[in-house]
């Protein structure tokens, strides 16, 4: 792993595969690392072919930390609950301009992208304001910013606001519970608790979380942006996902022009290993489509 100073802010980043590979950008979701891409799938994504870059977004992992103050939870659920947008540091497009300006540390004119969850909302807005250096588009698990589309399960809320507030002693128990209600049939305790074991002990920093949150809840509806896309862009979303119900992914696929949308059963807000070489291949065609 390597940082690198770009759009005015430390980014760590890793890469894996040969220089001569198709360049694949990787941006994961809300409070993630670039460790929760699980490396067996950076492994199988080299084996395809291109050359995985991962990146821990601003106010995660190893990158830059921001210091305003962000909502309460009890004020982000009442502007929810209100369509109220809240006050915010910075946006997702600030987010998609840091993933172009590590391109551009990197020499790299253009990348395949593939985001999950928040990191699918990044990957959109780079496809719609940063086009010539978004090869093609995978939006995973993500939606598009319309209220009406992917909104948690009411029930899911609930469980959450249960859990006990986390701290860094009981951050690893918490995550665990916690994608035991969004993960799907196949959520791999044991394999989740060590990543977050060590996940935890590379970075824990709950602020950056809420700062990300803030953005997401501020940006716009992307929906008519995203007809302007003309990136090759493949959607995947599991039809048991309760975090970013499967209605999220609909929506980005009916978005996008030429778009191919695939739904796997049993798969909630997660990657469950048993998709990963469906999911592999599914990008690998999509970025064939790219030239």
């Known amino acids: 792993m390597a940082s690198v100073d770009a759009n005015g802010i ?9 220089s001569t590979g198709e360049p694949l950008l990787l941006v994961m979701g809300l409070g993630a690392q670039l460790t ?4 067996d799938f950076v492994d199988l994504l080299v084996d395809e072919g291109f050359r995985v870059i991962r990146l821990d977004n601003r106010d995660a992992g190893l990158s830059t930390s921001f210091d305003w103050e962000p909502p309460t939870m009890a004020k982000m659920a009442a502007m929810s609950l209100t369509r109220r947008k809240p006050d915010t540091g910075y946006h997702l497009r600030d987010m998609a301009v840091d993933a172009a300006a590590l391109l551009d540390a990197l020499d790299i004119g253009s990348a395949h992208v593939a985001g999950a969850s928040m990191g699918g909302m990044i990957a959109q ?4 304001q940063h086009p010539a250096r978004v090869r093609s588009l995978t939006s995973i698990m993500s939606t598009t910013g319309d209220r009406k589309a992917g909104r948690p399960e009411p029930r899911l809320l609930a469980k959450a606001a249960r859990l006990p507030p986390p701290s860094r ?3 690893v128990d918490r995550a665990v519970e916690m994608f ?3 993960g799907g049939g196949e959520f791999d305790e044991s394999e989740f608790r060590a990543r977050a074991a060590s996940n935890v002990e590379r970075s824990y920093r709950p602020e950056g979380t809420a700062r990300q949150l803030t953005a997401i809840m501020a940006a716009p509806d992307r929906t008519a942006a995203l007809a302007r896309v003309s990136a090759p862009t493949l959607v995947v979303h599991g039809l048991v996902d309760p975090l970013v119900r499967p209605s999220g992914g609909v929506a ?3 978005a996008v022009p030429g778009s191919r949308l695939v739904m796997y059963p049993g798969m909630g807000h997660d990657l469950p290993r048993s998709r990963w070489p469906e999911l592999v291949a599914a990008i690998s065609r999509n970025a064939q489509r790219a030239g």
């Open 252 to 254: 980005t696929a009916e």
């Open 125 to 128: 807005t780079m496809a719609i």
């Open 169 to 171: 002693e009981t951050a």
């Open 10 to 18: 430390t980014i760590e980043y890793d890469i894996r595969g040969e």
């Open 36 to 39: 929760d891409w699980p490396s």
């Open 180 to 182: 035991k209600l969004v």
